[in-house]
């Protein structure tokens, strides 16, 4: 199963036993206004122009974190330093450290991820400025603001995932996450709001499986 909503992820969270997921892997808004405009740029990188939403005004709410730990055994939450305070538990020894390697621009040079996990802290490496991608022989095509690389979700799956376990995307964005879910042939089930992002991740999605039934091999 690999299956993407149209639809707020609090309604459709509510609707779930408790922990019916055995891992969420989510990027919630984190309220410091990355939400379309003019975003990037430097030496080495042009800026970036998106549609103007509102979706990152404030980030999620403390019941979005409650619930999610209801639904899901583990979690692994993106931008949880701009939210710390709202998480139901503070503390984790296991944070993920993804080093951008995107020199001088505006964006940070890395991002953080709570996790739910006792392990250490971990740090994935992968450029992701502009036109200069980790992976420049299958560079992805940016649909989202906020977008991160499908090799990001691939080697946190490899990690934190087995075989069998069903995973949560509630803010699906890019669809970055689906495809990688799909690669590692896990379960799967993503939620975006909005409907213009949903649009173009699911004709990303569907072309990604398309090209990779005609050809095999990588499409991103």
């Known amino acids: 199963m690999n299956v993407a909503y ?44 998106y549609l103007q939403k509102a979706w ?29 305070n709202n998480l139901p538990v503070k503390n984790s020894p296991c944070w993920l450290v993804w080093d951008k390697q ?16 006792s392990g250490a802290i971990r740090k994935f490496e992968f450029r992701w400025q502009g036109m200069l991608q980790g992976n420049m022989r299958n560079k992805e095509y940016r649909i989202h603001p906020t977008q991160k690389p499908v090799s990001l979700y691939a080697w946190i799956f490899a990690r934190y995932a087995k075989p069998g376990d069903r995973i949560l995307d509630t803010h699906l964005g890019s669809g970055s996450s689906r495809i990688a879910a799909y690669d590692a042939g896990l379960d799967f089930v993503g939620c975006e709001l909005d409907a213009d992002y949903f649009a173009a991740e699911e004709d990303r999605f569907e072309r990604y499986t398309a090209q990779l039934s005609l050809f095999g091999g990588d499409a991103t």
């Open 102 to 117: 995107n020199g001088c621009n505006n964006f940070a040079d890395c991002e953080l991820a709570w996790t739910s996990f």
């Open 6 to 49: 149209n639809m707020d992820c609090m309604e459709y969270m509510r609707t779930l036993s408790d922990k019916a997921f055995d891992l969420a892997v989510v990027d919630p808004p984190y309220g410091i206004g990355m939400d379309g405009g003019i975003i990037g740029g430097s030496i080495l990188a042009k800026n970036e122009s």
């Open 56 to 84: 990152d005004s404030a980030p999620a709410p403390p019941e979005y974190f409650v619930e999610l730990s209801r639904i899901s055994r583990n979690q692994i939450i993106w931008g949880a330093n701009h939210f710390i």
